[in-house]
């Protein structure tokens, strides 16, 4: 998957893959391929952490 490098637009699209596709970040990361690490340090720049519970990134 092509993530968008602005962390707004970033935060958009993982947001809408957790809720219409997986029920983790995890599932997402393995499927996609992705760094989980690179993406939550992309989003905590514009103040968004990855809230377990409600499965979407939030503000802090």
Request: aromatic residues 10%; charged residues 30%; proline residues 3%.
């Amino acid at each position: 998957m092509n993530l968008p490098s602005d962390p707004i637009m970033l935060m958009s699209v993982v947001n809408t893959q957790l809720r219409d596709k997986f029920s983790s970040f995890d599932e997402l990361a393995l499927q996609y391929d992705v760094d989980k690490s690179e993406i939550e340090e992309k989003l905590n720049v514009v103040g968004y952490i990855y809230d377990e519970e409600l499965n979407q990134f939030r503000r802090r």
